[in-house]
């Protein structure tokens, strides 16, 4: 799947939690452009992804400081089992959210 259908399928902010942004960014919202959580939408993303080809099997999520450790478990082909560990995280003067034209 790519990413920008993947990130399509993430949740926009709703108008309570725009309100506590500055005026002069909301007006810039009004403009076709929306609030999108950097951490929730990589989230969003890798999940999206997983799913590409079949779901896995099973799968445990375990918050981190900043980001997530997923233990994913699928079937190849052939019957046998593959696991994969995926971990990421963003750093934190990342910004929480971004403005962007989805």
Not at 6 to 18: F, K, M, N, P
Not at 37 to 52: A, F, Y
Not at 69 to 94: A, F, L, M, P, Y
Request: hydrophobic letters at 30%; glycine letters at 6%.
């Amino acid at each position: 799947m790519e990413i920008e259908n993947a990130v399509q399928e993430c949740r926009a902010l709703d108008e309570s939690e725009v309100a506590s942004f500055s005026p002069s960014m909301i007006e810039i919202v009004g403009h076709g452009m929306q609030y999108v959580n950097v951490r929730e939408m990589i989230e969003c993303v890798i999940n999206e992804s997983l799913q590409s080809g079949g779901r896995p099997e099973s799968s445990v999520t375990t918050p981190t400081d900043q980001g997530q450790t997923i233990e994913v478990q699928s079937r190849v082909s052939d019957g046998s089992s593959r696991n994969k560990t995926i971990e990421w995280t963003v750093h934190s003067q990342v910004p929480e959210y971004i403005l962007g034209k989805l």
